[in-house]
C-alpha cells in the first residue's frame, strides 16, 4: 500500500541555516503530495502542495519538488528562523476516497 | 472562529468509560475524517465519512466509533476506553479528491 518515509528527528539548526528534510513515498501512480507543519498545541496546517511530477510547491519560504524518478518530495529553506521552530509532517494522497498517508514528523528546532 | 472545532480539547477519563469526541466544521466540506496521533508514528486514519449516510473504516478501526449527525457534524466514541487509546485525536475535512485536508486543533485524550 502507499506509505511515506521522512527524515527522523529531532533537528536542530541556528537561525539563518539551510534546511532540507527528506521524504520519500511509495505509490502506484501519481499521488498529490503535501507538507504540513504543526506548532505546539495546534493541530496541522498545510504548508505546500504539488500534484503532478515536476511540480514545485513554495510558500512562507520552504520549497519542494515533486520527483517522481526518485518518489521524494524534499522540503527545503534558505534561511531558517526561530518561528520556523515545529515538527513537519510529509504526506500523500490518492485515489477517489482522499486517503492521507502521513509520514512519522520530524520535528525541527532553531535556537537564536 | 476556527474552521474546524474539536470539543473537548482535554479529556481525562478511566478505562472503561465510554467517550465521544465532536467535531464541527464550517468549511462546507462533505468528506471528514479522524486520525489519531502517536510520538514516532504520524497521524493514523480512524475512520472516514464522505457524507451522511457513508462512513468508512481507515486503518486502525477497532475499539472505535463514529456518527456522522449532518454535514457539518462528525463524531467519534470510544465504547469501552483502554489505556492504549491514549493520544492525540484530529479531525479534518477536506474539498475533495487530491485536496489538502484541514485540521482541527486536536483533542488529547488520557485513559487511566
Known amino acids: 500500500g502507499n506509505s511515506v518515509t521522512q527524515m527522523e528527528g529531532p533537528v536542530t539548526l541556528s537561525e539563518e541555516a539551510f534546511l532540507t528534510i527528506n521524504c520519500t513515498y511509495t505509490?502506484?501512480?501519481?499521488?498529490?503530495l503535501f507538507w504540513y507543519v504543526q506548532y505546539p498545541g495546534e493541530g496541522l496546517q498545510l504548508l505546500l502542495k504539488a500534484t503532478k511530477a515536476d511540480d514545485k510547491g513554495s510558500n512562507k519560504g520552504f520549497e519542494a519538488t515533486y520527483r517522481k524518478e526518485t518518489t521524494s518530495f524534499h522540503l527545503e529553506k534558505g534561511s531558517v528562523q526561530v518561528s520556523d521552530s515545529a515538527v513537519y509532517f510529509c504526506?500523500?494522497?490518492?485515489?477517489?476516497?482522499?486517503?492521507?498517508?502521513f509520514g512519522a514528523g520530524t520535528r525541527l528546532t532553531v535556537k537564536p | 472562529d476556527a474552521d474546524v472545532t474539536q470539543t473537548p480539547r482535554n479529556r481525562i477519563t478511566k478505562t472503561g468509560k465510554r467517550i465521544m469526541l465532536e467535531c464541527s466544521q464550517t468549511k462546507g466540506h462533505d468528506r471528514m475524517y479522524w486520525y489519531r496521533q502517536d510520538p514516532g508514528l504520524g497521524l493514523r486514519l480512524i475512520y472516514y465519512s464522505f457524507d451522511v449516510k457513508d462512513i468508512n473504516k481507515g486503518e486502525i478501526s477497532d475499539g472505535y466509533s463514529v456518527s456522522r449527525q449532518a454535514q457539518a457534524k462528525f463524531s467519534l466514541s470510544l465504547e469501552s476506553a483502554i489505556p492504549n487509546q491514549t493520544a492525540l485525536y484530529f479531525c479534518?475535512?477536506?474539498?475533495?479528491?487530491?485536496?489538502?485536508?484541514?485540521f482541527g486543533d486536536g483533542t488529547r485524550l488520557s485513559i487511566l
Open positions: 505509490a502506484t501512480g501519481y499521488p498529490s
Open positions: 504526506a500523500l494522497s490518492q485515489g477517489y476516497h482522499n486517503d492521507m498517508r
Open positions: 479534518a475535512t477536506s474539498g475533495g479528491r487530491g485536496q489538502p485536508q484541514h
